[in-house]
């Protein structure tokens, strides 16, 4: 009897031993660790920079690309025409060098380009310098031709003595033009103008430009 209970015994711990090994596993739920990012994904991507960050191709800070405009373009100044005031005398008429070299000032309403509108390009009487387009001539009713803007670098611009008036010139000469005055309210782009003596000045109509 002791020897086939001990079999007995023998048996079923035989059999609970396989029981549990076959038994299936119990189904574990996938763990947060194992349902997270890897830890490279985990990491969080930069934002894209925007254009405001980052230059745009062809809008580059300092740079120029082929087949980009450039939105502005340097024009050098005229080269300078210097000439002693004897040389002037030689080659003005007496009414052009009084207001050319001397900062005279004709009558109003007396110029020959007062009321003139035709299309062309004013020259500096003195040197031959283009100054105005007629394209920017306008009637001001003040007895002068009236621009309100000159071509770029040909006028320079310095302030009278007293301060009242801001006396333009021919930037390659120095001949005296005129005045300029801002903020007058006329409807041009520029709100200026460019009150200029007819004597300082030669128009070219446009069928004879280069």
């Known amino acids: 009897m002791g020897v086939q209970r001990l079999l007995r015994l023998g048996m079923a711990s035989h059999t609970c031993s396989r029981t549990a090994a076959a038994a299936p596993r119990a189904v574990r739920p996938l763990s947060s660790s194992l349902l997270a990012p890897s830890p490279a994904a985990a990491r969080p991507r930069p934002a894209p920079l925007s254009c405001a960050a980052r ?4 809008h580059a800070a300092g740079r120029r690309f082929p087949g980009v405009a450039a939105m502005s373009s340097s024009i050098p100044p005229p080269a300078p025409v210097q000439k002693s005031e004897e040389e002037w005398q030689a080659i003005l008429t007496p009414e052009q060098f009084d207001i050319l070299r001397r900062k005279g000032t004709e ?4 110029g020959e380009y ?14 031959g310098t283009p100054l105005y387009k007629s394209s920017t001539k ?3 009713g003040c007895g002068w031709p009236a621009f309100y803007e000159g071509l ?3 006028i320079r611009q310095t302030p009278d003595p007293d301060g009242r008036r801001t006396e333009i010139t021919c930037a390659a000469c120095g001949g005296h033009l005129g005045h300029v005055f801002k903020g007058e309210g006329f409807k041009t782009p ?9 004597i300082s000045l030669k128009f070219i109509p446009a069928s004879e430009e280069a």
């Open 55 to 58: 230059p745009c191709r062809g």
């Open 107 to 110: 009558y109003p309403g007396t």
């Open 114 to 127: 007062d009321k003139f509108f035709d299309e062309g390009v004013y020259k500096c009487a003195g040197c």
């Open 138 to 140: 306008f009637n001001s």
């Open 152 to 154: 770029p670098g040909a």
């Open 190 to 198: 520029t709100d200026e103008r460019h009150c200029v003596n007819s």
